[in-house]
């Protein structure tokens, strides 16, 4: 008989590092992509794997994270499944979520409800592609109280990442430790390092003993990673799952393997420089694991214009449904949803969320514009970043930023 799995989804986010982009929403909902949010690629990874009860629990600014998953995520009742979001209810008294493990400590009531065998815990805010079933049947062939998630990365990185120690066995964890400078590398590979991906998958009995005594300590910041695995690896009962032994229907030699953690706005506009080459990096048109989103009664996108210099084109891009490109020029970009780029435009290296406009002779280039953004008649974003930054966010890397239905100034 199959064993019982709950999927707990941690969408709680705040996202600060993301703004303007998380001013008005939790991190997993802001869009990815042209279509979708981040918190669907999660969602579909365990849609696709067959995992069809989910509950995500949300706590930050989560009204258009809950409307997506209620309007979107709508599995067979009559066999039982669904996902649902969750939002912080203080059952355990007067308090919000005071970190990812109270965030599941205060909603045992779940596990209670489904009484599984084994609880997935996974992040909402990464993009990726993974088979969780193959991590969960490593888990429970190796015994252990939970199996984290681990990406290699090379060790001179290490002091980027929540980084996972392993024993001369390459499977036991005996460290996790938060950016360390000095870091060991793996038995296998000296050069590399594992990166926690923040995904898990608990023994039920492991998680709930975990979280309780957790709950009892007042000097724990009563996180997931930074708690629940290190009192586990101390216990030895933690093991690694090694993230490129997943194998992905449908997935390329160049997308095998690919995660991205966007946390930051620089990571966010190379995840979404990835999407748009020929190869793509990350692969949206692989059907045979397909990421899943709403679809609104959108008209196929539109190009219109002929006339000499007025054509409205598109290259190395991506167009979505209900886009009108009218004599203008886009270019390696991410077009969403009713976007408007009018004539003489020129549009390059930008992401443009939906309803975006952007009106005669403006130019964007190396820019994020959020939802309902309106570039006038002749605006100029990313030409002249010193004059950009009196008015706009711009990252480390030079990419400009526009937060939620802001009028641009001419």
Request: glycine residues 10%; proline residues 6%.
């Amino acid at each position: 008989m199959a064993a019982k799995v709950l999927a707990i989804v941690l969408a709680g986010g705040e996202g600060k590092r993301l703004m303007p982009l998380t001013a008005d929403r939790a991190k997993p909902a802001v869009p990815f992509g042209g279509m979708y949010r981040m918190v669907d690629f999660v969602l579909s990874n365990l849609a696709n794997a067959g995992y069809l009860k989910i509950v995500v629990l949300t706590q930050y600014k989560s009204h258009s994270l809950d409307r997506h998953i209620t309007k979107t995520w709508r599995m067979s009742t009559l066999l039982g499944n669904y996902v649902t979001p969750v939002p912080a209810q203080q059952r355990r008294g007067p308090w919000w979520f005071a970190g990812s493990a109270d965030a599941i400590y205060q909603s045992f009531n779940l596990i209670n409800d489904e009484q599984p065998d084994h609880v997935i815990v996974f992040g909402a805010d990464h993009i990726y592609r993974m088979d969780p079933r193959q991590m969960v049947e490593d888990h429970i062939a190796s015994g252990a109280g939970v199996t984290v998630a681990g990406i290699r990365q090379p060790l001179s990185t290490a002091d980027q990442f929540g980084v996972i120690e392993v024993g001369e066995d390459g499977r036991r964890i005996r460290a996790f430790r938060e950016k360390p400078t000095d870091a060991v590398g793996l038995p296998d590979a000296p050069d590399q390092i594992y990166a926690s991906m923040g995904n898990y998958v608990f023994t039920t009995k492991a998680l709930c003993e975990a979280v309780e005594r957790d709950a009892e300590d007042k000097t724990s910041k009563h996180d997931m990673g930074g708690s629940i695995i290190p009192m586990l690896v101390e216990r030895g009962e933690a093991n690694v799952y090694d993230f490129k032994d997943n194998e992905v229907p449908g997935s390329t030699d160049r997308d095998r393997g690919y995660w991205r953690d966007v946390g930051t706005l620089d990571s966010f506009y190379d995840a979404h420089m990835d999407l748009i080459n020929v190869h793509p990096v990350f692969n949206l048109y692989n059907f045979d694991w397909p990421i899943y989103t709403e679809q609104p009664p959108y008209p196929p996108a539109k190009f219109v214009h002929q006339w000499g210099e007025r054509v409205g084109r598109a290259v190395g891009s991506m167009v979505s449904p209900g886009a009108v490109i009218s004599g203008s020029l886009v270019e390696n970009s991410v077009v969403s949803p009713k976007v408007k780029v009018h004539s003489w435009a020129h549009v390059d290296g930008a992401v443009l969320m939906e309803g975006v406009e952007i009106g005669r002779h403006a130019v964007v280039r190396r820019a994020i514009l959020d939802k309902n953004v309106y570039v006038p008649e002749g605006a100029e974003i990313g030409v002249d970043l010193e004059k950009d930054r009196q008015r706009y966010v711009v990252s480390d890397n030079g990419v400009v930023v526009i937060g939620k239905g802001q009028r641009v100034e001419p």
